[in-house]
């Protein structure tokens, strides 16, 4: 899987609107709107853990504490105020993201994990930079505004590296994970737009 998405992942991390944020060039408008963006994709993707929750496979990758809708809904609430919902607007590529996270997440588990692995250890992986990094140029006190990076009584090292067992161990058929692969391609690709609309929307100044 690593050698088959290694560019889209290395791609992904090299986001110039990422990297804009955490030296603090863009206003903080552009992390609240990363932020409301981040509300879409993570509704679509939590909502479809509860749909496949009975799973056998799904059942094995479930892990509460990786819930990141609330500690979003926390942070919208500290960057724009008690009326945040009124300020959430899905960006035309984040609509695409979500589709398609819908469409294969309800219905396999390949799909569900690999949108559920492209997100989630991507926020224990350069989410653990990031996020400290747009603390400090934005001035925001202790946890408020950034909880979404946060993810208490987590040891990313560790989770990491268990969360790999289980996709080695998962009892797939080939077929099964070569789709699972090429749809982790897929979500990394869709990120990459997400982030490119948002890189168009704000500029790098």
């Known amino acids: 899987m690593r050698r088959n998405t290694v560019g889209d992942h290395d791609e992904a991390q090299r986001s110039g609107f990422l990297d804009a944020l955490a030296a603090g060039r863009l206003p903080w408008e552009a992390y609240a709107d990363l932020t409301a963006q ?4 993570y509704e679509a993707l939590e909502s479809a853990a509860t749909t496949m929750a009975d799973d056998p496979v799904v059942g094995t990758f479930l892990f509460p504490e990786l819930r990141r809708l609330p500690s979003i809904e926390s942070d919208l609430q500290f960057l724009y105020g008690p009326r945040w ?3 959430l607007f899905a960006l035309h590529a984040t609509t695409v993201y979500c589709t398609r996270l819908r469409d294969v997440a309800h219905r396999a588990a390949t799909g569900f994990v690999a949108h559920q692995y ?9 989410g653990q930079y990031l996020g400290p990094a747009i ?10 505004g950034h909880r979404f990076f ?8 560790a989770f990491k590296t268990h969360y790999r067992g289980l996709l080695d161990t998962a009892p797939w058929t080939r077929a099964e994970q070569d789709e699972f692969i090429a749809e982790v391609a897929e979500a990394y690709r869709l990120n990459i737009g997400m982030l490119a609309e948002l890189q168009t929307r704000w500029g790098q100044r």
């Not at 981040?38 to 994709?41: K, L, Q, R, T």
């Not at 492209?118 to 350069?126: A, V």
């Open 38 to 41: 981040h509300w879409f994709v």
């Open 85 to 87: 919902a009124d300020h």
């Open 118 to 126: 492209t997100r989630y250890i991507g926020d224990l992986s350069g």
């Open 135 to 144: 603390a400090q140029s934005y001035g925001l006190p202790g946890a408020e």
């Open 150 to 157: 946060i993810f208490n009584g987590v040891d990313p090292m």
